[in-house]
């Protein structure tokens, strides 16, 4: 390893990789120099040593420490290299804008998965794509590895996530209604929020970048219904902060009030429901969306946390925005969903560490 490759983080993920995209797009943008590694399964069990989860994408530091979960990550990076800040300074877009991220990169997950493995065409290409990059190692069959690939994949991110004939329609039409309304701003401006990239953009960015910008099914529906989505998140892979100037909109603008009509309707409901389950010690819980029924979906812990989170950078705020903030909440759906569920208490990270973790502690986080 050279002298700058020492100096420089490394990043292990995949090309292929949602939340991998989004980090490298945040890195890329603020010009922070990194190595990328591919995670191959040795990797990934090293990873689970050294972070108490093996998921992608991890970082270590050039000191020898790992990081993992983007969103804290880019908390971290932020407060290293303020400049340009990624998460706007005005508190009321800072707040909204970590509303958004957390939406869209935790309920297009699902949305996402279902394009890249429901779909023949679509599972066979990335299982290829998965066992050429991570998995040259493993011993044994091309073909056996990419049908366990699919299996595995298909069986745990989209089947076990609630996708059947009752919730395929919705599931799709959530990825469609987000095309339609990225479409309307990207039509006014470059970036969510203006001239430059804030944090709701990378949030947009994971689901869109690798997998619905690439993958053949969700990538046809992109380009013929969305071609100013294509172009943000081209436009966002090539951002540098060193050559791109310019200001943001002031407060929220009102073409954000679809999306977050999406958060009242949907997405905060289904916290909820994950967080009453989690309450109640399930491991499966069942929810009725937007009047669709998804069943025996996961318990996940880390979106009780998520819930948490959003609800401490709202008590976060000075008191104005705050105030502010709850006026654009109750108009669009999203004030009671928020504070629902009296005491999530998930127990996630309750000493503050993340995005370290030391490797004592597993978390649910892909």
Request: net charge neutral; hydrophobic share 35%; with cysteine.
């Amino acid at each position: 390893m050279s002298t700058s490759d020492a100096a420089r983080i490394t990043v292990y993920g995949s090309a292929i990789s949602y939340y991998t995209g989004k980090l490298e797009g945040y890195l890329r943008y603020k010009e922070i120099p990194y190595r990328f590694v591919a995670a191959s399964p040795k990797i990934l069990r090293r990873l689970a040593k050294e972070t108490g989860a093996g998921q992608m994408p991890a970082v270590e530091l050039p000191d020898g420490r790992f990081m993992t979960d983007t969103t804290p990550m880019i908390d971290w990076f932020e407060a290293r290299h303020p400049e340009p800040a990624v998460i706007p300074r005005d508190p009321l877009q800072g707040f909204v804008s970590r509303l958004l991220e957390d939406y869209a990169e935790e309920w297009l997950w699902r949305p996402a998965m279902h394009f890249r493995w429901s779909y023949r065409k679509d599972a066979l290409l990335l299982s290829r794509k998965i066992v050429d990059e991570l998995m040259d190692d493993v011993p044994l069959p091309g073909f056996l590895k990419r049908f366990a690939i699919r299996r595995r994949q298909g069986g745990f991110y989209v089947r076990r996530d609630g996708v059947n004939r009752e919730t395929w329609d919705h599931v799709e039409n959530s990825y469609f209604a987000t095309l339609d309304r990225l479409s309307r701003i990207f039509e006014n401006r470059p970036f969510l929020l203006g001239d430059l990239p804030t944090l709701a953009d990378f949030g947009f960015f994971a689901p869109m970048f690798r997998h619905f910008s690439q993958d053949p099914t969700a990538a046809d529906h992109m380009r013929s219904r969305a071609p100013a989505v294509y172009e943000w998140q081209a436009r966002l892979w090539n951002a540098r902060a060193s050559r791109i100037s310019g200001d943001l909109v002031d407060g929220v603008p009102e073409d954000w009030g679809p999306l977050l009509d999406d958060i009242g309707r949907a997405y905060l409901p289904y916290l909820c429901a994950n967080a009453e389950g989690w309450r109640a010690g399930q491991r499966r819980h069942d929810t009725e969306v937007e009047g669709v029924h998804y069943r025996d979906l996961p318990v996940s812990r880390y979106r009780v946390w998520c819930l948490e989170r959003l609800r401490h950078h709202f008590d976060a705020l000075p008191e104005g925005p705050r105030s502010a903030a709850r006026v654009l909440l109750e108009r669009h759906g999203c004030w009671e969903p928020l504070w629902r569920i009296e005491s999530p208490d998930s127990g996630y990270d309750p000493d503050g560490r993340v995005p370290f973790r030391g490797g004592k502690v597993h978390y649910d986080r892909r």
